[in-house]
């Protein structure tokens, strides 16, 4: 006698502050694809709402959205309303197959929450420290890590970064799903890699920090060797303000530099030119950037450092790795590519199939369906019925 159908699995994805909304939106309609059911937990923001709006509009998902981020709502606010958003997961628990925690927003509050979900609770590892810690090891990273039933890293180089940090003891229960591509704005298609014969500059694009080595444009601005190259410079991006120096610098020079956060349609037109990138980081884990222009079909070069370097690695593309951040480096990669622009666009084309969601999560039941009690088991578990949509 064979068995009936087997229910959906069903997730919660709870993305308290929408730090990643494109990366939960891509998540969330790959594992519908795949027949899974799935209810974000997560923010109104002042950026990004097409995706929650995307979010809303699928079918298959659900979404619950608070006023938690500090974009939409002062802290006073905001906390209270995180506070209120995990009370929802939990009363829902028993829906769900799995509770995935995206970004921590609140450590204080997560971590007896995690500890009542444990049996459920996946933790996403997107960096083992918080941009910013200078600290090696970040505590509360490491305690939500512990009560994860599983843990789930977007790339091999954070998982390595992770392990490198806090040591083996969690290996057991790591797995590596990857980052897959995001498009500048919900549903806008892949775009085919053709080959770039000739740039027409070497542009950043992405909020400007510290550790992104946007200084790398002040060393080609100086560089003879560069200017001979008849090659523009540009930085698109929102800076930070201790990095103002750097950008007034970067005028001086000659450096076109947009200082804002640019919307779709001007961002699909600056991936759409033909230009060549650069991710000059002095270090990353992974780079939603890098898989944006992965998407776009816009060519890139980048530092050997995290998940770009690697994903430049596995794909033969040594050509488009930079030494170091230098002049020179940046030229020695200029010449490879104009020797070589369809072996080039043969390798970002398969790095962008690779990369794409429907690939990327056949690993998704290996991440959330880690052998453990079913959550119809929990006898204390008891529905709510709370709204579907919580807006504030």
């Not at 308290?16 to 937990?41: E, I, K, M, Q």
């Not at 020179?328 to 590519?337: G, P, S, T």
Request: glycine residues 8%; charged residues 15%; hydrophobic residues 50%.
């Amino acid at each position: 006698m064979s068995a009936g159908p087997q229910p959906a699995p069903r997730l919660a994805l709870v993305d308290g502050g929408s730090f990643v909304l494109p990366y939960d939106h891509a998540l969330a309609t790959g594992l519908v694809r795949r027949g899974w059911r799935v209810r974000f937990f997560g923010s109104g923001t002042a950026y990004n709402g097409a995706f929650l709006q995307a979010l809303r509009d699928s079918a298959g998902i659900e979404v619950v959205a608070r006023a938690v981020s500090g974009t939409v709502a002062p802290r006073w606010r905001g906390v209270p309303a995180y506070a209120g958003l995990l009370a929802a997961v939990w009363r829902r628990r028993r829906e769900f197959t799995a509770v995935n925690l995206q970004f921590s927003v609140l450590w204080p509050l997560e971590l007896p929450w995690a500890w009542l979900l444990r049996r459920r609770f996946v933790f996403t590892v997107h960096n083992a420290v918080p941009h910013g810690y200078a600290g090696a090891r970040h505590a509360p990273t490491r305690w939500l890590a512990a009560l994860a039933r599983r843990l789930v890293f977007v790339s091999e180089a954070t998982r390595h970064d992770f392990a490198q940090r806090y040591g083996p003891r969690l290996d057991a229960k790591a797995v590596v799903l990857p980052h897959g591509l995001l498009p500048l704005a919900p549903g806008l298609p892949v775009q085919p890699y053709r080959p770039l014969h000739a740039p027409q500059a070497l542009v950043f694009w992405g909020t400007v920090k510290a550790y992104k080595g946007v200084e790398l444009f002040a060393a080609l601005a100086r560089s003879p060797a560069w200017r001979a190259q008849g090659l523009a410079l540009e930085v698109h991006g929102r800076w930070d303000a201790a990095l103002h120096g750097l950008r007034d610098e970067l005028v001086a020079l000659g450096v076109k530099v947009v200082d804002a956060y640019l919307d779709a349609p001007a961002l699909q037109a600056l991936l759409a030119r033909p230009v060549l990138f650069a991710l000059p980081y002095q270090r990353a884990s992974q780079s939603g950037a890098l898989y944006t222009l992965l998407h776009h079909g816009a060519t890139f070069v980048a530092t050997e450092v995290g998940d770009p370097g690697d994903l430049l690695r596995r794909h033969g593309l040594q050509a488009l790795l930079l030494g170091g951040r230098s002049p020179e480096a940046v030229l020695a990669c200029l010449q490879q590519l104009r020797a070589a622009p369809e072996a080039v666009a043969a390798g970002l084309a398969a790095a962008q199939q690779q990369s794409r969601w429907d690939a990327v999560l056949q690993g998704a039941e290996a991440a959330y369906l880690a052998p453990g009690p079913s959550p119809a088991a929990d006898p204390a578990a008891t529905p709510a019925a709370d709204p579907v949509d919580t807006r504030r």
